[in-house]
Nanobody, 114 residues
Framework: QVQLVESGGGLVQAGGSLRLSCVVSKNIFKSNAMAWYRQGLGNQRELVASITSRGSTNYADSVKGRFTISRDFTKNTVYLQMNSLKPEDTAVYFC????????WGQGTQVTVSS
């Protein structure tokens, strides 16, 4: 059973925007803080943004002021709005619980051209 399905990635020019979506199994979504992670080529996976069930958010310094995480309990979906994209944002983006305890999905590729 697939529990995390990411989508919304693509190729965009620097300065552009993308909105990522992650549909989460209901039993996982309703009781966990959720997060977006990314892994660039040759890099370790890093935490980008997180959101609690009450809506409190945290961001990596590299994306503060540019990315916004949100969640929709009616759709069991976590979003990542990414604005003012930079080439260094290029990576595969994944969602998971804040502790990364759910089997990882395939992620969605984001490529930012200069």
């Amino acid at each position: 059973q697939v529990q995390l399905v990411e989508s919304g990635g693509g190729l965009v020019q620097a300065g552009g925007s993308l909105r990522l979506s992650c549909v989460v199994s209901k039993n996982i979504f309703k009781s966990n803080a959720m997060a977006w992670y990314r892994q660039g080529l040759g890099n370790q996976r890093e935490l980008v943004a997180s959101i609690t069930s009450r809506g409190s958010t945290n961001y990596a310094d590299s994306v503060k002021g540019r990315f916004t995480i949100s969640r929709d309990f009616t759709k069991n979906t976590v979003y990542l709005q990414m604005n003012s994209l930079k080439p260094e944002d290029t990576a595969v983006y994944f969602c998971n619980t804040i502790r990364g305890t759910t089997p990882w999905g395939q992620g969605t590729q984001v490529t930012v051209s200069s």
